[in-house]
């Protein structure tokens, strides 16, 4: 599984987190697409280009409310000189059988509705006495009112030039032509494009289904009361929120206590829902870390390519970190440490991208940018890691947000950045340039 | 209702783009708070101040795993001169019953477990030989596997000072201050936070929930057979899609015939389920354009306050648009005009804020920034009326997609941002800046 050695140090093998990444995203695969209703596939990516079936619009229609009639008939026209035009009938939007205008005639039409047969061009109403005999009006009376409007005579006050107001067959798309590109991500106005040209349901890659549990006898369900020892589960709460805001459909399990049978059993009964997984707690180097233990004996041993490694991150917070596949389908988990702020940001560097890549997404990080530090002294960082702290990023400037310290979720809830620190950068000055990666 | 008396044409009266937004957003308050279960309430509106009830962490804790021990039985040590103590057990986090490590002994303790009494401070498991006596180990081994590690020995390599790996109570966040402020909106870190204090549950302002529905007798559902004359229902799917980008609950309800009777009984029918109703078609100057006829005698006539006003924008697209409210509750309800481009771009300025607001957000608006215009020929604007263009933004660059054709739904599909044309502009150059409202 691993692209390359890891470095050593005098102790342990540390890998850097590039590399950890990069074994992440060569092993998660886009997940297979299926055929989804419309709104159901909203966020999701196409997978298929997508070709115009019939142009659209279908038909030469009106695009205003007013009179189909012939061009010469209404040819020089005015106030004090209108043409007085026979009104054969009403034109509305999806009617099917369409009246004939010969000359000197007139349909009412209503926009959107098709140019009956012999109309060479569209008068809008305000152009027209509308039938009343009383000079120009604003608009015509509803029909349930005035069903009169639909026959009679219009004066007609304004000349039109040939197929004026009038909104021609394959103007906006023809046949044949590519409505849509595969790999678009299908937001509001692909949604509008693809109903216009009656999709009904596309094909597309699915939500991925992320199981988050944590794990840690410690943990208490929030609300419930505290005891002694206790803290509140604050993990499972949190990467739940964090995989639906990276576009998964994601379930909390909540937190299982530090016992591998437990743990193993768990996660066993999780796989038929999950796309991915993703655990928190239990991957250091303690005596009760039954993460590492439990699930290096999950699913089907014998198969190929199923198995989490657990290894040591050049990086701060989140150094411990499992990666691997589990159970008959190879599902792939991420078994994060468990302190709140190394989860969160593991979950950012790791586990949204690895949903981003199942989804089929092109763009699967965070944007990043460059802003000047603003603080009140030099940040400090261990040599040899790539720090991630905690900022607010305002218009090209990053202020620290709280400590370095790993458990400091109060400081998390006020950042809206990281701020990175590279392995080989010991100290950060006020006025620095330093790079940022946005958390949107 | 009006905030102002419109401007007057030679023809109608013509509001503004702002005084019609600025109408809409007095009209719409912010829905009532609801209490919602924390992960019910991503994305939503925090309603009060969230104070902490117990200080974070709630005790000193260990930040490694390792050894807790007595300053004065570690100081001085070195691999050569270890110091070996007394092994009386272990601390593991959750546990409640603490031992009491005395001088010459020490404790074997969990990350998150509570230091125990006696104890000064902490050294990490790879500063000793873990009991083993074989130098300086990289962890420990699982307590399943190797229980003996509870007892016995260890030998401690390196000094510790005092409190040293030890988290201190409250370091995180003290009982009594203010975790998060009323209008926070809740996202993973916020939602962490709130899970470590313990809040189960939390007060906001719920989604709204927006009904969509489409109206036209040409209208055919996505997926069935065209006839003749007819379209397919694109705008019920783009605003209901929207609606959910916006942060809304939407409910689809379809395309409705132009008829009045049906109509009215259709919206009666959703004030149920609705916070916010959007129409959209039959707003125009049509004789079949049965919102307008409809929606003035929907619900109760007497209650005062209820009531929908149709007007003509000064605006491209979008020029007729109703607004009001209806029912015994006074829902509020946006008539949006018919045209796809049309209705979507009345969407984005008018039913987005109007959804926002109703969320309690402050921030109701989608972004806008100025950029340059890069066109081929000098983009054209009917005098007097607001144009919101189709463009594709890059880095400060806008091109326009497509024409100023308000059926154009392909164009709109490879948009992702609105050129502004002021009212009083006919004409932008290439090169020109222009304001652009970005999509997102």
């Not at 809008?124 to 009006?137: I, M, N, R, S």
């Not at 032509?177 to 699915?206: C, D, F, K, N």
């Not at 999950?298 to 040591?312: L, Q």
């Not at 006020?414 to 790079?435: K, M, T, Y």
Request: aromatic share 4%; proline share 8%; hydrophobic share 40%.
């Amino acid at each position: 599984m691993s692209s390359a050695a890891p470095r050593t140090t005098g102790q342990d093998p540390l890998w850097s987190v590039d590399e950890h990444l990069e074994d992440i995203l060569a092993t998660v695969r886009p997940l297979d697409p299926i055929e989804l209703q419309l709104l159901d596939a909203q966020g999701c990516v196409l997978v298929d280009d997508v070709t115009v079936p019939v142009s659209l619009p279908p038909f030469d229609n009106s695009s205003m409310d007013g009179y189909a009639v012939r061009v010469a008939d209404v040819a020089g026209v005015s106030e004090e000189f209108p043409a007085v035009l026979e009104v054969v009938g009403d034109v509305a939007a999806g009617q099917s059988d369409l009246l004939h205008v010969g000359p000197g005639q007139a349909a009412r039409i209503m926009t959107g509705a098709p140019l009956p047969p012999g109309a060479e061009t569209v008068v809008p109403v305000e152009w027209t006495d509308g039938g009343l005999g009383e000079g120009p009006v604003r608009g015509m009376t509803a029909r349930s009112l005035a069903p009169e409007g639909a026959a009679g005579q219009v004066c007609v006050y304004r000349p039109a030039e040939a197929r004026a107001h009038v909104r021609a067959e394959g103007s906006d798309v023809k046949a044949g032509e590519r409505a849509l590109e595969a790999g678009t991500v299908l937001g509001p106005p692909q949604i509008a494009l693809l109903a216009a040209i009656g999709r009904g349901s596309v094909r597309v890659r699915p939500r991925p289904r992320v199981v988050v549990l944590s794990t840690g006898s410690e943990l208490v369900q929030p609300g419930e009361e505290l005891g002694s020892g206790q803290i509140y589960d604050s993990n499972s709460f949190a990467l739940t929120a964090a995989a639906r805001d990276a576009g998964a459909l994601a379930y909390r399990v909540g937190a299982v206590a530090d016992d591998a049978e437990t743990l193993r059993s768990t996660v066993e009964d999780q796989l038929i829902r999950a796309d991915l997984l993703v655990t928190t707690g239990g991957v250091s180097v303690g005596a009760y870390d039954v993460v590492k233990e439990a699930l290096s004996h999950v699913g089907d041993a014998d198969e190929a390519g199923s198995g989490i490694e657990f290894r040591k991150l050049a990086m701060q917070p989140g150094k411990p970190q499992g990666f691997g596949s589990i159970g008959p389908d190879h599902t792939p988990l991420l078994a994060l440490p468990g302190n709140p702020v190394s989860s969160y940001v593991s979950f950012e560097l790791f586990a949204r991208p690895a949903i981003r890549t199942l989804m089929g997404l092109q763009d699967v990080h965070r944007p990043r940018t460059t802003a000047t530090l603003a603080a009140d002294r030099a940040l400090s960082s261990p040599k040899g890691r790539r720090q991630f702290l905690r900022g607010a990023y305002d218009d090209g400037v990053v202020s620290p947000v709280g400590g370095a310290g790993s458990h400091l979720v109060a400081a998390l809830a006020h950042a809206d950045a990281l701020i990175v620190v590279p392995e080989d950068v010991e100290s950060v000055e006020p006025g620095a340039e330093v790079e940022v990666v946005l958390l949107g």
